[in-house]
């Protein structure tokens, strides 16, 4: 028999072997898979940590604070998580004894344009903190932490894990939103018994070791992969662990929040001008942008001509203590705070006198070319360029 003729002889038995292990390699893969698509088991956990590890080593943005795990860095960034404003800051503020011995207009003049001004205040606070009660060096244990100014249970345990390895979970929006999606959390992940669920899921994940490293693993593919309204699941390391991927929810998982209802708001900010100056004052603390300067800014109803003339007049005079001929409109900002969306009329005026019993906070006539030295909001920055250019 030629060896063509005995090749074709055993070509059935040689496919019918093929055949057994294929379908030996299927039963083996629907078992493997079975055990996976236990959320929190610990087949599943084993793959999932290995899927979002490999995928970190390979994905992984060169971001300025994973540079290095000195602990200043890695808090500073866990409040800021802005690149040029994380590098201009450290780059003044190099330590924690730099940021305690600043001033705090020095600290809100950095950070000025992130917004959320009370993080700033804090992040001194915390700092001042640590050089009186820890002698200048970070605390290492979770309840000395969370007593910090501004620190509360997720920026502790990224502080902790990132900095110091401890096995410290994180709960954030990125994750929130990962975890609700791997588990198929259908309801509301920000009620009291949503945060449990997914709290416990954070402890359960993490790693006994590099506990760190597994966190920012986690904040990158929520951040970059599993995004809020269309998840790239194909990209996605550990897809075939999700279950609202299998479910098709992915939209729909998180429970999406109420659209929140937007208030117009109309107000003035006026531009006092004095021999060569402006006037600005320090907000006070219950006011918006706390410790910021700015010019007098209120709202207004008025809508143009006498009554917004006599409404700039009595409002400046009660604010700043000033009475002044109002000029013309400067310009017009508009721009959004939380739920408001404001309408921001800049208006023009000249001093005329003092008025008794009118000042509300700190008060400072300054050149235009000194408002760079000050801290202000972005409106209120925008406000001092166009007087400088």
């Known amino acids: 028999m030629s060896d063509h003729r005995q090749a074709i002889r055993w070509l059935p038995q040689f496919g019918s072997t093929l055949r057994i292990a294929a379908e030996m390699k299927k039963r083996n893969l629907r078992k493997l898979n079975s055990a996976e698509t236990t959320p929190l088991g610990a087949a599943w956990l084993r793959a999932f940590r290995r899927r979002l590890l490999n995928w970190y080593t390979r994905h992984a943005r060169d971001l300025p604070w994973r540079r290095s795990r000195d602990v200043y860095r890695v808090w500073v960034s866990e409040i800021m998580l802005q690149q040029a404003y994380f590098k201009r800051f450290v780059a003044t503020l190099p330590t924690i004894a730099d940021l305690a011995a600043a001033d705090e207009q020095e600290v809100l003049r950095l950070w000025e344009g992130l917004g959320y001004y009370r993080r700033a205040r804090q992040l001194h606070r915390a700092a001042r903190e640590i050089v009186e009660r820890h002698d200048g060096q970070f605390p290492r244990d979770i309840d000395s932490v969370r007593s910090l100014p501004g620190i509360g249970r997720y920026t502790a345990g990224a502080i902790l894990s990132i900095a110091f390895d401890q096995r410290a979970p994180i709960l954030e929006a990125n994750t929130i939103r990962l975890f609700a999606r791997l588990l198929g959390y259908r309801d509301d992940p920000k009620t009291t018994a949503g945060q449990r669920v ?79 100056r402006v006037l600005v004052r320090r907000r006070t603390p219950d006011e918006r942008w706390a410790g910021l300067w700015d010019f007098p800014r209120f709202e207004i109803d008025a809508a143009n001509g006498i009554a917004l003339r006599r409404m700039l007049t009595s409002a ?20 959004g705070v939380t739920r408001f969306r404001i309408t921001l009329e800049c208006f023009e005026a000249e001093y005329v006198d003092a008025v008794s019993g009118g000042q509300n906070g700190d008060m400072k006539w300054l050149r235009p070319a000194e408002l760079s030295d000050y801290p202000l909001s972005t409106t209120g920055r925008k406000i001092a360029d166009l007087l400088v250019s």
């Not at 400046?316 to 721009?335: D, E, M, S």
């Open 198 to 276: 997914l709290w416990d899921a954070a402890v359960r994940l993490l790693p006994r070791s590099n506990a760190g490293r597994f966190n920012q693993a986690l904040m990158e593919v929520g951040s970059l992969v599993c995004t809020p309204k269309v998840p790239d699941c194909e990209a996605c390391p550990v897809a075939m662990l999700c279950t609202a991927r299998a479910d098709g929810a992915q939209a729909n998982i998180p429970l999406p929040k109420p659209r929140q209802r937007l208030e117009a708001v109309r107000e003035a900010c006026v531009v006092v001008r004095r021999r060569g």
């Open 316 to 335: 400046v005079a009660n604010i700043a203590g000033v009475q002044i001929q109002p000029g013309p409109r400067l310009a017009t900002i508009k721009h």
